[in-house]
């Protein structure tokens, strides 16, 4: 959704989020580049004071359920310091690793943008502010369903970087999560 719809949902405050790697790189094969990205949202959550539903850190991309709290700041105030502070981390871990195709990768997409060097998340974020319970377990499904629809294991609480483990197997080890919910 661009910028001027977003002014419109401030009233709004449960969202489904999708981020994606430019270029679709799988950089999130890599568990390092997992746990930074974890450690970034859970920063964030504490300084934010919002709400994880769900998650799921998939190759090339995120998705999670959240609810915003607007005396903190808003779904774009949390985004953008998720993308920024992650990207410079997982960059970093890339150089040390010495990744440098992933690192030439980033630099090319940074050329297309003015004052930057490298360019880690795609531009924007896409978002679906969640209306009701059926749109939320819709939501929630999908994310706990993508990495076996992609091949990446067999049930969805084999998957480390997922909520699954959190509603399946009660696992809030990688990342806490609200697993009681109804919609407000």
């Not at 709290?69 to 949390?78: A, K």
């Not at 030439?104 to 209306?131: C, E, L, N």
Request: proline share 3%.
């Amino acid at each position: 959704m661009g910028r001027r719809g977003r002014l419109s949902l401030v009233h709004y405050t449960r969202f489904f989020v999708t981020t994606t790697v430019v270029d679709f790189l799988p950089v999130f094969n890599s568990q390092k580049c997992c746990d930074i990205l974890i450690r970034n949202i859970r920063y964030y959550r504490d300084r934010y004071r919002f709400l994880i539903f769900g998650f799921v850190i998939m190759p090339t991309h995120f998705h999670w359920l959240l609810e915003v709290n607007p005396s903190y700041g808003t779904l774009s105030d949390v985004m953008r310091d998720i993308k920024k502070h992650s990207a410079w981390d997982i960059m970093d871990e890339l150089q040390q690793a010495g990744d440098r195709g992933c690192l030439k990768r980033f630099a090319k997409a940074a050329a297309r943008t003015a004052g930057q060097k490298r360019k880690f998340w795609m531009k924007r974020f896409d978002d679906a502010y969640i209306r009701n319970d059926d749109m939320f377990g819709s939501r929630l499904d999908y994310i706990h369903s993508n990495p076996v629809k992609a091949g990446l294991v067999d049930l969805p609480e084999n998957y480390i970087y997922s909520s699954a483990r959190n509603y399946i197997l009660g696992d809030h080890s990688v990342l806490d999560v609200v697993t009681e919910w109804q919609f407000k």
